[in-house]
């Protein structure tokens, strides 16, 4: 008698446990889809995530990069030549949203959300976590992924000039674009089986 008292009353414990469970999970995924299928996230980019969700989306950011740069640094960062290879690349490529020394706020720049950092501040990255940036881009952000039009050497230019742009004056990076060899030249330089161009042609 003793053991199927014991018995039932685990059972009923048991039952109790799950069904608070199960409820919990239920409520929890009807809240989710509320929110959801609603439309009451306002995604517009004029208007900032609360406090809660920025500091969330700012931790999933920062582990996401840290755990995924691994790649080899080149000992050569500070080389003349990949400094002004990225230099050119920037002010094609970044300066419309990043800015640079000297320039104004463009109109991208102001509409962007989130914003895109002024990199001539630094960005408090490693140059392995720069380069990873760059080459993959960062989702719903509006931060491209160059990886996927340039390869890998080029892109260690960009970061070779990244390392350097905050000791630059406006002098000083204007000369040093000035002094960057033409993008079709540096896009000449790089395996053409990675181009997107060749990629359309073999129709991969
Ligand atoms: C269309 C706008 C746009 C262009 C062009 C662009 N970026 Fe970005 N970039 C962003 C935005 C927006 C962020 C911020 C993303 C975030 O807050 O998570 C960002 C983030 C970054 C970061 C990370 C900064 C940090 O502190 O975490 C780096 C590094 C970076 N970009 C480098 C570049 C480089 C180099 C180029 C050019 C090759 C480039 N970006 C071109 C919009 C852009």
Known sequence: MRRSSEFSIRTR??????TVIIAGVLVTCGAAS??????AYDIAADMPHSQRVYWLLQKV??????ARADDV????????????SGAGQ???MCSSCHLAPGMKRTE???GLYPRAPELRRGSGL??????????HGIKMTGMPAWGV????????????????LPELTAEQYQALVKSAPTHDEMMGKMDMGNSPESGHESHQ
């Open 73 to 84: 640094v080149p000992d050569d960062l500070g080389d003349g030549k990949r400094i002004a």
């Open 34 to 39: 509320l929110l959801v299928y609603s439309g």
């Open 90 to 92: 920037y002010a094609e």
């Open 108 to 110: 991208i720049s102001r």
């Open 126 to 135: 490693t140059p392995a976590e720069e380069f990873w940036v760059v080459k």
């Open 13 to 18: 414990a048991w039952t109790v446990v799950a």
């Open 61 to 66: 950011r920062r582990h996401s990069i840290a």
């Open 149 to 164: 039009t340039h390869d890998d050497e080029l892109l260690w230019d960009v970061v070779a000039f990244l390392r350097k």
